[in-house]
């Protein structure tokens, strides 16, 4: 069966700090992969999403980027956070054979400080 | 551009009522996604409609899907408190490689 891990879990970071969230899926292979972000008590903001090794969808212009190192690793960095990057990311990935349903990881809450 | 709406974004009800919450999207589509999130948790999906007129159905929730009306309605059955947390729809066109979600409604129960 299929897994998706976030890492870390919970992260409290001051503003002009970067930024590392990874996040790995395992069994399954060439997966769609996702990064969203939501602030406290809001909807789903897509930020990037990738459908290969070094493809990467940005959706938002803002200061985050992502990297898709490996096939079922993708990670989202900053080099340097805004206190409006607080909130809580999740990762999500997609096998597009029939549809593209999203299973999502545990997510980072992310604090600003 | 594909907008989803949902509505209500708030609800709050009495245990033992019935209610639906209604999904409208702006393009044509055929597949259709419920999520549910319980508070600081993560998503999980609930169900996924890929025809007209499907309907799937699981404990008091049911979900069904109108294509040509572009609406999706997700109904509670005689509500319980444990049903309480927000509930997302999204549509994706396929091969745009990505689904677009709702802004959610937050459902609460009151026993």
């Known amino acids: 069966s299929q897994t998706i891990h976030q890492w870390p879990a919970t992260l409290v970071q001051p503003v002009g700090s970067p930024l590392s969230l990874e996040c790995t899926v395992e069994g399954t292979s060439n997966p769609n992969l996702y990064w969203y972000r939501q602030a406290a008590g809001r909807g789903l903001q897509l930020l990037f999403y990738?459908?290969?090794?070094?493809?990467i969808s940005s959706e938002v212009p803002q200061n985050l980027s992502a990297s898709r190192p490996q096939d079922r690793q993708f990670i989202l960095s900053s080099k340097k956070l805004l206190l409006s990057d607080s909130g809580f990311y999740l990762c999500a990935w997609s096998i597009s054979v029939w549809t593209y349903e999203q299973y999502f990881g545990p997510g980072t809450r992310l604090t600003v400080t | 551009e594909l907008k989803v709406e949902q509505n209500p974004l708030f609800l709050s009800m009495q245990e033992g009522k019935n209610y639906t919450i209604y999904c409208n999207y702006s393009t044509t589509s055929d597949r259709l996604y419920w999520y549910r999130q319980d508070p600081g948790k993560s998503l999980e999906s609930l169900f996924v409609l890929l025809s007209n007129g499907a309907v799937k159905q699981e404990g008091r929730l049911m979900a069904s899907l109108d294509t040509k009306a572009r609406l999706s309605t997700l109904h509670i059955t005689a509500a319980v408190h444990d049903l309480s947390a927000t509930y997302f729809c999204?549509?994706?066109?396929?091969?745009?490689?990505?689904?677009?979600f709702g802004k959610g409604t937050r459902l609460h129960i009151l026993p």
């Open positions: 999204a549509v994706d066109i396929w091969r745009d490689d990505k689904i677009i």
């Open positions: 990738s459908v290969g090794i070094g493809q």
